[in-house]
């Protein structure tokens, strides 16, 4: 579970930390990640010990970015590589609290097929455009050495790393699993409904 970023839209605060139904964010997310996953990683860079607590009925690691300056998910992505001991790691964020609950499998059954290195989430809008979920992906851990190479070369983006590595995108239907919270004002519309 990506939980490192700066939350500079939320003016600063942890996301994966703030109340959405009496509980932390990363708390929804992580009861959502844990029975599709053989061990549960939280990828943070503050709030490390808030975050142990809160995953250790889970049996969850925290792992730390070996990269200064929150320089975004790729880093998350990568430090969780590292520290993951299966050949896959499913990746999502913090702040998304109702995850596929099938998203492991369903992104596992396509990156087979297709003889990916990746496999990420979309949706359709209902323009019918699609529309990508990146940071929800099911990644392969041999990609560690070029994922760690990518970022020590200055890059960032996480949809052009993908694109070197067969990536297959996965089309789910409902978009309500992808929603994530930027801003406190979301969280406040989503406490609402």
Not at 105 to 124: C, R, V, W
Request: proline share 6%; charged share 20%; aromatic share 8%.
């Amino acid at each position: 579970m990506l939980a490192g970023g700066r939350g500079s839209r939320m003016g600063g605060v942890d996301k994966g930390m703030q109340p959405f139904r009496g509980e932390p964010l990363a708390l929804h997310a992580m009861r959502r990640l844990a029975p599709q996953t053989h061990a549960l990683l939280i990828s943070a860079n503050r709030s490390l010990d808030d975050y142990a607590k809160l995953g250790a009925p889970f049996g969850a690691r925290v792992v730390a970015d070996t990269r200064a300056d929150f320089p975004g998910p790729l880093a998350g992505i990568a430090a969780a590589l590292r520290a993951a001991t299966t050949e896959f790691v499913l990746v999502a964020p913090c702040d998304a609290p109702f995850i596929d609950v099938h998203l492991g499998a369903t992104l596992m059954q396509t990156l087979d097929a297709k003889h990916a290195g990746i496999a990420y989430a979309a949706t359709i809008e209902p323009s019918g455009e699609v529309m990508a979920h990146p940071v929800f992906a099911l990644i392969r851990t041999s990609l560690a050495d070029d994922l760690d190479a990518w970022l020590d070369a200055g890059e960032r983006k996480v949809r052009a790393w993908y694109a070197r590595h067969t990536p297959a995108e996965v089309t789910f239907h409902d978009e309500r699993a992808f929603y994530n919270i930027n801003d406190l004002l979301q969280l406040a519309e989503l406490e609402r409904r």
